[in-house]
């Protein structure tokens, strides 16, 4: 990549994750933002005029998508339905990166994409994000740095997009938020340094708020939350039902936060411990944030020749930055 390359992007998906992408756009003056494919494009026409907005159709086609001028196009769906359906379809056409964050579906998924994207020579990064993503590399290093250690990962109190944007897909649900809590015994038992062997329900409980639509079941709602495999199963849940109103001012604080511990021994039996935090007033914009530099890096990547699905765990971190190597090593290092 060189100091006049361009990063053309397209965003497909305009909710939270999207318009975050959107607005990191302004922080990375090497990209350029070509369209946004969207199902809502009157909408979304109006609330980012300066853009050109094509209406993806629903299901999402991209047939008619490939005349755009695009190096990677940034998927911004749910990682319930939207992202396991157009993932492998739009890697046809295009470089991608996507922010999957249902952990247990991602060995699966990458495998496809990767099958998808070789076929077609296209780079797939997927499951980008803080976690997986960014937390995914920490706790990488800390096992190889520290072998033997045990990685714990706690998350909030803060917004899941990808658990909210599960709920809200439910039939009857006219506009939904989650929230991650940990649960503060297991946090302190951590923090000891115990190194306990903790289930996700052991660690976290889950907290929702949920407008019914009209003549909606809260009842039948709010058990299907709790039933949903993959997101609340195994977890204590709270289900509450709001007024938009209300929803309307939760969703004004989209904050999250979380760190990563791991604890171990080096050498002669010497306690070692690494540590790596992150807190987000807005979750959707740090989604974006991240998901913009795994662009600059699938780009890199494409541009090297290589095909494939790839993690953030593959990606070297020279690719994120827009820095020259020199500028790296001599302020960075």
Same mark, same amino acid.
């Given at each position: 990549m060189t100091e006049t390359d361009t990063v053309k992007v397209a965003i497909v998906? #305009?909710?939270?994750?999207?318009?975050?992408?959107?607005?990191? @756009?302004?922080?990375?003056?090497? @990209? /350029?933002?070509v369209g946004i494919i969207t199902r809502r494009p009157e909408q979304v026409r109006k609330e980012a005029p300066d853009v050109a907005v094509h209406d993806a159709g629903s299901p999402v086609?991209? =047939?008619?998508?490939?005349?755009?001028p695009v190096d990677v196009a940034i998927l911004c769906g749910g990682s319930k339905s939207d992202l396991p359906e157009q993932g492998p379809r739009f890697v046809e056409h295009f470089n991608t990166v996507d922010s999957l964050d249902t952990a247990l579906r991602v060995p699966e998924y990458c495998a496809q994409m990767d099958r998808a994207a070789k076929a077609h020579g296209n780079v797939a990064i997927c499951a980008a994000g803080w976690d997986p993503g960014f937390f995914s590399i920490e706790r990488a290093l800390a096992?190889?740095?520290?072998?033997? /250690?045990?990685?714990?990962t706690f998350w909030g109190p803060g917004v899941s997009q990808g658990h909210t944007n599960a709920v809200r897909q439910i039939e009857g649900?006219? =506009?939904?938020?989650? #929230?991650?809590?940990?649960i503060d015994e297991a946090v302190q038992r951590v923090r000891a340094d115990e190194n306990p062997d903790l289930a996700g329900g052991e660690k976290h409980w889950r =907290?929702? #708020?949920v407008v019914a639509g009209p003549g909606a079941d809260p009842e039948k709602i709010a058990r299907e939350i709790r039933t949903m495999r993959d997101f609340f199963v195994g977890y204590d849940t709270k289900v509450t039902f709001v007024s938009q109103d209300e929803m309307d001012e939760r969703r004004a604080r989209m904050a999250h936060c979380g760190f990563v511990r791991s604890c171990g021994t080096t050498g002669q039996g010497n306690r070692a411990l690494i540590e790596h935090r992150c807190d987000w007033e807005s979750n959707p914009e740090a989604t974006g944030s991240i998901l913009t530099a795994c662009a600059?890096?699938?780009?890199?990547?494409?541009?090297?020749?290589?095909?494939?699905?790839?993690? @953030?765990? =593959?990606?070297?971190p020279a690719y994120f930055s827009a820095r020259s190597r020199q500028e790296l090593l001599g302020e960075l290092m």
């Open positions: 998906g #305009y909710g939270n994750v999207g318009r975050g992408v959107h607005a990191a @756009m302004a922080w990375n003056p090497d @990209m /350029s933002l086609r991209v =047939d008619w998508a490939t005349e755009l096992d190889a740095f520290v072998p033997g /250690s045990k990685a714990h649900v006219q =506009d939904a938020i989650q #929230y991650t809590i940990p =907290d929702c #708020y600059r890096a699938a780009y890199r990547f494409s541009k090297e020749g290589r095909s494939g699905a790839f993690t @953030m765990l =593959d990606v070297p």
